[in-house]
């Protein structure tokens, strides 16, 4: 029986155009009536989450910002920051590369030192708060994770971080975005650190996902789906694959399909 179903937000519950379906709210219900407990895992602000979901916030758990950041029923249960320096590293070698813009995503507010518009509107669509200071070096703030926007792709500037893939988490989130996290900090960690705390299984576990911030995703779950319009090494590494992509109720329809 699944007791809980975990589900990445952007290319999975959300369509391209980064809004959730009408079916979506009557499928919550139903779930919610089943008694399964229900949860969003996103490379997205807690904060944002908090907006987007504000009228069931009360029942959803929330796993922010690549699992580094984990909240349910008002209740922070847990973190996994970047140490200052750790993230003043990394935001020191991003600023040097061309046509990137940085963010350091605090537990408060998200920050950065770029005022482009074409980034600012990019960014707002998953940091609800999101601060323009004048030196990343002195924000005082928990950092949970450091994000690179590129719009002419991410997966290149990789290469400028090989030194320290054995340092930090390194996860592209979507072909713009590139994460970086505490090593042991991942959405599949996180997923773990729940299923202990609540007391529920692996085989009691479904999630979906569609990108590379998801793969450790893929393990913590008998019921793993990758979307139709999943990245390959998502697919590959998931147990199955919905009949439909995130335009078409992907998640909703195996949702009430498997579950319902």
């Keep these: 029986m699944i007791k809980l179903i975990i589900t990445d937000l952007d290319g999975t519950l959300l369509n391209d155009e980064k809004t959730l379906s009408p079916v979506f709210w009557e499928t919550e219900q139903l779930i919610h009536d089943k008694g399964i407990l229900f949860s969003i895992a996103s490379g997205r602000q807690f904060h944002n989450l908090l907006e987007k979901f504000d009228r069931i916030k009360d029942r959803t758990l929330f796993i922010a910002e690549n699992g580094t950041y984990v909240s349910y029923q008002g209740k922070e249960i847990f973190i996994n920051a970047l140490g200052k320096a750790e993230a003043n590293r990394l935001t020191e070698i991003g600023k040097k590369l061309s046509g990137s813009h940085m963010i350091l995503c605090g537990k408060n507010s998200a920050y950065t030192e770029s005022a482009d518009s074409r980034f600012l509107a ?139």
């Design 122 to 260: 990019e960014a707002r669509k998953y940091y609800s708060r999101l601060q323009i200071v004048n030196d990343l070096s002195l924000v005082e703030d928990d950092v949970l994770k450091v994000t690179i926007c590129d719009f002419s792709g991410a997966e290149k500037l990789r290469v400028h971080f090989q030194p320290y893939e054995k340092e930090y988490q390194i996860a592209l989130a979507t072909k713009i975005w590139l994460d970086f996290t505490h090593l042991s900090a991942n959405k599949g960690t996180a997923i773990a650190k729940v299923q202990q705390e609540l007391e529920i299984s692996v085989d009691e576990t479904m999630v979906f996902g569609d990108y590379l911030n998801d793969l450790e995703m893929m393990k913590s779950a008998k019921h793993s789906y990758a979307m139709k319009n999943g990245h390959p090494q998502i697919i590959e590494a998931a147990n199955f694959i919905t009949e439909f992509d995130n335009n078409n109720e992907g998640v909703e329809r195996t949702v009430r399909k498997v579950c319902l």
